[in-house]
């Protein structure tokens, strides 16, 4: 069975620090995995997409790293600000089709 | 450029009645895909559409289906409402078959009584 695993469930750090978000999944055979935040009461926004063949992407303060070997990828996040709190979501697709398989989730709270 | 549009945002029904939702894609995309929020189940895949057909479907009951018109927007509907059906309904587009990125919509809040 295809599933994503996102630990830690919740996190609280105190702005400025790095941190770093796990996603793990078990079918190794993605075509692609993608990262996206959660506001509370809004839709996603896609923060980072990694294609199969790519080991990492990078925008601003995020890095978003891809394993397939071990079916992991990290989303790092560089001097985090009260403004990145949110939930963020990681996701796999194992065609070009729009299926895209979900982690739970990991709540992110940054407190001034 | 537009995101994508769902609409309604809110809406209340009662347990056996049936409800349509929508979903407008960024221009240019063709690839609609329908999502189900919930909080014991999280994120779960209904179905995708692209060039008005249903490409992947996902594990749910016949009582959800959709469709997708010509200029790429699409709707969802559920018949027979249950009180489990209470979600947020979530839309992505993406502009075709290449793995590029989906974009989602803010949602409808599907509320049943």
């Known amino acids: 069975k295809q599933e994503v695993t996102q630990i830690p469930a919740a996190l609280s750090v105190p702005e400025g620090e790095n941190l770093v978000l796990n996603c793990s999944f078990t079918?190794?055979?993605?075509?692609?995995l993608q990262w996206f935040r959660q506001d509370p009461g809004k839709g996603l926004t896609s923060l980072l997409l990694?294609?199969?063949?790519?080991r990492e992407q990078t925008s601003g303060r995020l890095n978003a790293s891809l394993d397939k070997s071990s079916g992991r990828s990290t989303l790092y996040i560089a001097a985090s600000q009260p403004g990145d709190s949110a939930t963020y979501l990681c996701?796999?697709?194992?065609?070009?089709?729009?299926?895209?398989?979900f982690g739970q989730g990991t709540e992110l709270s940054v407190k001034p | 450029k537009a995101g994508v549009t769902q609409t309604p945002r809110y809406l209340i029904k009662t347990r056996g009645q049936q409800v349509t939702l929508s979903c407008s894609p960024i221009?240019?995309?063709?690839?609609v895909s329908w999502y189900q929020q919930t909080p014991g189940q999280g994120l779960q895949f209904l179905f995708e559409?692209?060039?008005?057909?249903?490409?992947n479907k996902g594990n749910f009951p016949g009582r959800f289906s959709g469709r997708q018109f010509s200029n790429s927007r699409s709707e969802m509907n559920v018949s027979t409402l249950e009180l489990g059906d209470s979600a947020l309904y979530l839309c992505?587009?993406?502009?075709?078959?290449?793995?590029?990125?989906?974009?989602f919509g803010d949602g409808t809040r599907l509320s049943i009584l």
């Open positions: 221009s240019g995309h063709r690839s």
């Open positions: 079918d190794s055979a993605i075509y692609n």
């Open positions: 992505a587009s993406a502009p075709g078959g290449d793995g590029q990125p989906q974009h």
């Open positions: 559409y692209f060039s008005e057909t249903q490409r």
């Open positions: 990694i294609q199969s063949s790519q």
């Open positions: 996701a796999v697709t194992y065609n070009q089709g729009g299926k895209l398989i």
